[in-house]
């Protein structure tokens, strides 16, 4: 069994570790890190490369502990499956929004004009592949912010919200998002650079 050990590690490295384990063919490993975003994120990582994981935590760290069947194993071994949305004929468009408002001098229009963009982008007909929300965006997706409807509406629709896990953290709000996928900065990249085109607010 192969010890992944990225205690002290900042997003994304825990993951990129793991995943450099798995493309070694690593078929039962352990990993290591130390706070609960990690966990999901190396879990979230490891279950769609066809592990089975349990963990558990001692003093504030947590050991992941993963095994896979032959079948995936041999099919892991060769390539690592990419999570990353791929476009479907014409390139879908992939959101990168960091910020709770939509421009900055007028804080209040800029909440209007952000929740009028996402509620737009929910109703069009081929909505985004993904959409990041880093930073002060990671607030869009509180479960009590006046944008979390509109977000689950696009989820619903098809679009990939990855939420970052490190702003999150930062954040102290972790327990509070009502929607999307808490992230980390290799799945996000890995998204927008799949999509094709990516728009930036």
Do not use: W
């Amino acid at each position: 069994m192969i010890t992944v050990n990225a205690v002290g590690k900042a997003c994304p490295e825990p993951v990129i570790m793991t995943r450099a384990a798995v493309e070694k063919g690593a078929a039962e490993l352990e990993v290591l890190v130390d706070n609960a975003v990690a966990v999901s994120n190396v879990t979230r990582f490891l279950e769609g490369q066809g592990f089975r994981v349990q963990h558990r935590e001692n003093g504030g760290e947590f050991k992941l502990t993963a095994r896979r069947d032959g079948a995936a194993a041999s099919a892991g071994s060769a390539a690592v499956a990419d999570s990353a949305p791929r476009p479907q004929g014409k390139a879908r468009l992939a959101v990168l929004i960091a910020g709770k408002t939509l421009g900055r001098e007028d804080k209040e229009l800029g909440e209007v004009l952000i929740k009028g963009f996402l509620g737009t982008l929910s109703k069009l007909e081929t909505p985004p592949a993904v959409l990041a929300l880093m930073n002060e965006g990671v607030k869009l997706a509180l479960s009590d912010a006046s944008t979390c409807d509109h977000l689950k509406d696009l989820e619903s629709a098809g679009t990939k919200i990855l939420v970052c896990g490190t702003c999150v953290n930062h954040f102290g709000i972790v327990d509070s998002v009502g929607v999307g996928v808490i992230s980390n900065m290799l799945e996000i990249v890995e998204a927008l650079n799949g999509s094709g085109r990516i728009l930036s607010l």
